[in-house]
């Protein structure tokens, strides 16, 4: 899975540029605050494991107009050194690894 160049930002953690993209319309499941809001990250000139992190906030676009805090780039850097402590390898052909830090998301219902 390789990301989008377009609406993907550039971010640098401990000297290696990355790339990193929230999706900008929410799924339908994200839009309804019934899953929360995700971002993907790959190495910036490498193809190889992309990174889907899974946060504890809804979509900030969602449809019912419940808040939501930015993604920021201080986030980003934090998912980046968790994933690559767990074993997150950028360069390495494979499938996505999934970091999941949703642990207090509460779904709307």
């Not at 190495?43 to 946060?55: E, S, W, Y």
């Not at 969602?62 to 402590?85: D, F, K, M, T, Y």
Request: a positive charge.
């Amino acid at each position: 899975m390789a990301l989008v160049r377009k609406g993907s930002r550039r971010i640098v953690v401990d000297g290696t540029a990355y790339r990193w993209r929230l999706r900008g319309r929410p799924t339908y499941f994200q839009g309804m605050t019934w899953s929360p809001c995700t971002f993907a990250v790959e190495h910036a000139d490498t193809r190889g494991m992309t990174l889907v992190v899974t946060t504890d906030q809804p979509h900030p676009s969602n449809w019912i107009g419940r808040e939501a805090g930015p993604v920021l780039p201080s986030n980003v850097a934090a998912a980046v050194l968790l994933a690559l402590h767990m074993g997150w390898a950028p360069t390495a052909p494979g499938a996505p690894f999934h970091l999941d830090q949703s642990a207090g998301f509460a779904p709307w219902r």
